[in-house]
C-alpha cells in the first residue's frame, strides 16, 4: 500500500511536468475534482492493488516501470524504441482511467479463525460507463486532449494477450506501435511483481 497524500502529490508532479498538451489542464482538473475517484479507487476488485489509493499507487508503478523498460540500452539501439516524455507520462498514467468511478464498496462473506462466517467489505464492480477497458480509457481521455494514434493504441492494448480481444489484433497493434507493446509489459510487470503482494 502506498501513502495516498504522497501518491497524490507525486503523480501531479509529474503530470504537470510532463503533460502540456492543450486540454491537459482540464483532464487533471477533472481527475483533482469531486466527480472523480481516481486518487481513492482500488486498481482491481480483488486482484492487484485492491484496496484504497491502489489505482494511483498502480499508475505510478506502470509509469517508472515503463520509464525503466524504455531507457534499457537494447530497447534504444537496437529496437530504436524513443518516445517523448510527454507520451510516456500519458500512456503509464493515465492508461487506466476506464476505473474511475468503477468500483464501489459491496460486502463478500469469509469464514474468521473459527470456522464462522463473517460479512467484510469488499469492492465490487459498478460500471456506469461499459465502454470495455483501454477503450474507455481513450475515450475519456480524449474527450479533454487529443492523442497520438500510438498514445492511443497503447492505452487501448495496454491489456496485451490477457485481455479479452482478439490475439490477432493484439499482436496487429503491438507490430504496427511499439509503445503498446511497451506499456503492456509494464503494466505486467507493476502487476505481477511490483504489486504481487
Not at 489505482?55 to 531507457?71: G, T
Not at 510516456?88 to 487506466?96: M, Q, R, V
Not at 464492480?125 to 486532449?145: A, C, T
Amino acid at each position: 500500500m502506498g501513502n495516498i497524500d504522497a501518491d497524490k502529490k507525486e503523480f501531479i508532479e509529474i503530470f504537470r511536468k510532463n503533460i502540456k498538451r492543450e486540454g491537459s489542464t482540464q483532464l487533471l482538473e477533472y481527475i483533482l475534482s469531486d466527480k472523480c475517484d481516481f486518487f481513492t479507487a482500488p486498481a482491481s476488485s480483488k486482484y492487484h492493488s485492491s484496496f484504497e489509493g491502489g489505482l494511483l499507487r498502480h499508475s505510478l508503478n506502470v509509469y517508472y516501470c515503463l520509464k525503466s523498460y524504455l531507457e534499457r540500452e537494447r530497447v534504444k539501439n537496437t529496437y530504436g524504441l524513443e518516445y517523448s516524455e510527454e507520451s510516456i507520462a500519458i500512456t503509464a498514467l493515465l492508461h487506466d482511467l476506464c476505473k474511475i468511478n468503477f468500483y464501489k464498496i459491496g460486502f463478500r462473506n469469509v469464514k474468521d479463525e473459527h470456522g464462522v462466517w463473517q460479512k467484510v467489505p469488499a469492492y465490487e464492480i459498478d460500471d456506469k460507463l461499459p465502454y470495455g477497458h483501454g477503450e474507455k480509457s481513450v475515450y475519456i481521455i480524449s474527450g479533454y486532449m487529443k492523442l497520438t494514434r500510438e498514445e492511443a493504441f497503447a492505452i487501448r492494448y495496454h491489456m496485451g494477450f490477457s485481455g479479452t480481444d482478439d490475439d490477432r489484433n493484439v499482436g496487429k497493434a503491438f507490430e504496427m506501435f511499439p509503445l503498446a507493446l511497451a506499456l503492456s509489459f509494464a503494466d505486467m510487470e507493476a502487476t505481477y511483481f511490483v504489486e504481487r503482494d
